[in-house]
């Protein structure tokens, strides 16, 4: 199924925007060239799932300033996608939407937050999904839509992520996935695809892929099925790790039959350190980029968890030499050679959603879908209201003011964003501001030849979706029915 990304008549002043892309069987493809098109990613979600808070009026992409600096110093590694999680319908984006948009980087947006009545819960899923959490994720859409580099919309963030959430969840996810759709269909001017995160616990993710690509009898326009897949995944992990033993050829080897684009939503262990970025020699090589579209790096900036690869004070960012040691590996690609790849263009039936297709013992092959809840159907087919609304705007001075310090610790000077030419995406080199080098490339003596753990247990789920029970429960009942 082909999804054309239209730009949109933003406004009298002429602005250079990104390329539209569009969704061609199993991978994105540049109109224009032809070429198919690899995400080149980082996971933006400054303050991780607590920075999130709407009563503040500031999200990740809600400070210019903040995203002069991220975008320049982007640019300069070759980023050309970022995903945010956490994002707040009702304020304005557009000078953050235009920078990355000037930047050459496309957004990948995620419809669902931490927040009570944000996302659908991983326990007990009908407790969440009624029509005030789908005006929510309506309204995330509706502020986003007419970006035109908003690349595509995440219905959903390792809600599934292991068998006793696998037992309740699927139809559910389901279903908003198809509320979504039909939503963007009715609504929306253009159309952008729709896609689930999912977490790589081998026991729930060949589930997960075939209930999420199926369709209803066959027909690749069923709308409850997802357009695109995308995994979590943290299983190549330290210098000795390779293709084969970081399982990444085992992934490469069954979503070779995938109906729809497969990409990282998220990669890079960070056990041990440091880390070598190796996996991504193996992402863009010849083995993986005819199966897979790339992958988003996770993420920008250091938390708790210790997998940033800036650290931010106050107004102040330093480079971690994570950072450094991923532009110095994305920099020996060859990214011309890269984004003019040919697009498979096969043209692959979607597996038919039937009980047999299912496998695991206790994941739900049921494929009856619940309706929309009370209320939710009307703001389908009319329209939210208010409705968030965004635009491209031109920036006046693409100059970083912001501090930014290497990680030696010397202030930089000169960062600024190089806006591209119309119709140009970003990659490493567009960009040559210096920016420092890693203090040091010594690999550590553990091997971290480690399958299946990487992830450490502590990485904060910016997208928040699996609530606890006890929250769902104590919604208001009076927000259940506001709708209704």
């Not at 930047?103 to 326990?123: C, F, K, Q, R, W």
């Not at 994720?137 to 959430?165: C, H, K, M, R």
């Not at 559910?172 to 896609?195: E, F, H, M, Q, S």
């Not at 695991?360 to 939710?376: C, H, I, Q, R, S």
């Given at each position: 199924m082909l999804f054309k990304s239209l730009l949109l008549a933003l406004c009298a002043t002429a602005v250079n925007a990104v390329p539209s892309l569009q969704v061609n069987g199993t991978d994105f493809v540049n109109p224009d060239t032809g070429k198919k098109f690899q995400i080149v990613g980082i996971a933006y979600q400054p303050g991780g799932s607590a920075g999130y808070d709407p009563k503040t009026g500031k999200d990740p992409l809600s400070h210019a300033d903040t995203c002069l600096r991220d975008a320049a110093l982007m640019q300069v590694m070759g980023v050309n996608t970022i995903r945010v999680y956490n994002l707040d319908p009702d304020i304005n984006h557009d000078d953050c939407a235009s920078i990355f948009n000037a930047a050459g980087i496309y957004m990948i947006?995620?419809?669902?937050?931490?927040?009570v009545g944000e996302a659908i819960t991983s326990y007990e899923p009908w407790t969440s999904y009624y029509a005030k959490y789908l005006n929510h994720t309506f309204a995330v859409v509706e502020a986003f839509s007419s970006y035109p580099n908003t690349l595509l919309f995440f219905s959903g963030n390792e809600v599934i992520n292991d068998l006793p959430s696998a037992k309740d969840v699927p139809p559910y996810l389901r279903a908003v996935t198809r509320d979504i759709k039909n939503y963007i269909k009715n609504n929306?001017?253009?159309?952008?695809?729709v896609g689930y995160s999912a977490a790589d616990v081998r026991e729930v993710l060949w589930d997960t892929w075939n209930y999420m690509q199926c369709a209803e009898n066959g027909k690749s326009n069923d709308m409850s099925r997802a357009d695109i897949f995308a995994l979590n995944s943290y299983s190549w992990?330290?210098?000795k790790a390779t293709y084969e033993s970081s399982t990444f050829k085992d992934l490469t080897d069954k979503f070779k039959d995938t109906s729809v684009p497969v990409f990282f939503s998220e990669y890079g262990c960070n056990k041990p350190q440091p880390r070598l970025w190796n996996e991504t020699l193996a992402i863009y090589g010849d083995k993986m980029a005819p199966v897979f579209s790339g992958g988003v790096v996770?993420?920008?900036t250091q938390e708790d968890n210790n997998y940033g690869l800036v650290e931010i004070k106050d107004d102040t960012l330093t480079i971690m030499d994570d950072y450094n040691r991923l532009k110095a590996r994305w920099a020996g690609l060859q990214w011309k050679t890269i984004q003019a790849q040919d697009p498979s263009n096969k043209k692959v039936s979607p597996p038919e959603c039937e009980s047999n297709l299912i496998l695991e013992k206790g994941f739900d092959n049921n494929?009856?879908?619940p309706?929309?809840?009370p209320g939710a159907q009307k703001l389908i087919d009319d329209g939210i209201k208010p409705k968030p609304s965004g635009k491209i705007v031109k920036i006046s001075d693409y100059n970083v003011k912001l501090t930014v310090k290497d990680a030696s610790?010397?202030?930089?000077?000169?960062?600024?964003?190089?806006?591209?030419k119309d119709d140009e995406f970003n990659w490493s080199g567009k960009n040559e501001a210096e920016t420092g080098n890693a203090s040091s490339d010594n690999s550590t003596n553990s091997s971290g030849d480690n399958g299946k753990g990487g992830k450490s247990g502590d990485k904060d789920?910016?997208?928040g979706l699996t609530l606890p029970m006890t929250w769902a429960v104590a919604l208001p009942l009076a927000a259940m029915m506001m709708f209704a």
């Amino acid at each position: 199924m082909l999804f054309k990304s239209l730009l949109l008549a933003l406004c009298a002043t002429a602005v250079n925007a990104v390329p539209s892309l569009q969704v061609n069987g199993t991978d994105f493809v540049n109109p224009d060239t032809g070429k198919k098109f690899q995400i080149v990613g980082i996971a933006y979600q400054p303050g991780g799932s607590a920075g999130y808070d709407p009563k503040t009026g500031k999200d990740p992409l809600s400070h210019a300033d903040t995203c002069l600096r991220d975008a320049a110093l982007m640019q300069v590694m070759g980023v050309n996608t970022i995903r945010v999680y956490n994002l707040d319908p009702d304020i304005n984006h557009d000078d953050c939407a235009s920078i990355f948009n000037a930047a050459g980087i496309y957004m990948i947006i995620d419809v669902n937050s931490p927040l009570v009545g944000e996302a659908i819960t991983s326990y007990e899923p009908w407790t969440s999904y009624y029509a005030k959490y789908l005006n929510h994720t309506f309204a995330v859409v509706e502020a986003f839509s007419s970006y035109p580099n908003t690349l595509l919309f995440f219905s959903g963030n390792e809600v599934i992520n292991d068998l006793p959430s696998a037992k309740d969840v699927p139809p559910y996810l389901r279903a908003v996935t198809r509320d979504i759709k039909n939503y963007i269909k009715n609504n929306i001017k253009r159309t952008i695809p729709v896609g689930y995160s999912a977490a790589d616990v081998r026991e729930v993710l060949w589930d997960t892929w075939n209930y999420m690509q199926c369709a209803e009898n066959g027909k690749s326009n069923d709308m409850s099925r997802a357009d695109i897949f995308a995994l979590n995944s943290y299983s190549w992990c330290g210098p000795k790790a390779t293709y084969e033993s970081s399982t990444f050829k085992d992934l490469t080897d069954k979503f070779k039959d995938t109906s729809v684009p497969v990409f990282f939503s998220e990669y890079g262990c960070n056990k041990p350190q440091p880390r070598l970025w190796n996996e991504t020699l193996a992402i863009y090589g010849d083995k993986m980029a005819p199966v897979f579209s790339g992958g988003v790096v996770y993420q920008w900036t250091q938390e708790d968890n210790n997998y940033g690869l800036v650290e931010i004070k106050d107004d102040t960012l330093t480079i971690m030499d994570d950072y450094n040691r991923l532009k110095a590996r994305w920099a020996g690609l060859q990214w011309k050679t890269i984004q003019a790849q040919d697009p498979s263009n096969k043209k692959v039936s979607p597996p038919e959603c039937e009980s047999n297709l299912i496998l695991e013992k206790g994941f739900d092959n049921n494929f009856t879908l619940p309706v929309p809840p009370p209320g939710a159907q009307k703001l389908i087919d009319d329209g939210i209201k208010p409705k968030p609304s965004g635009k491209i705007v031109k920036i006046s001075d693409y100059n970083v003011k912001l501090t930014v310090k290497d990680a030696s610790g010397k202030t930089l000077s000169g960062l600024k964003v190089v806006p591209l030419k119309d119709d140009e995406f970003n990659w490493s080199g567009k960009n040559e501001a210096e920016t420092g080098n890693a203090s040091s490339d010594n690999s550590t003596n553990s091997s971290g030849d480690n399958g299946k753990g990487g992830k450490s247990g502590d990485k904060d789920n910016a997208a928040g979706l699996t609530l606890p029970m006890t929250w769902a429960v104590a919604l208001p009942l009076a927000a259940m029915m506001m709708f209704a």
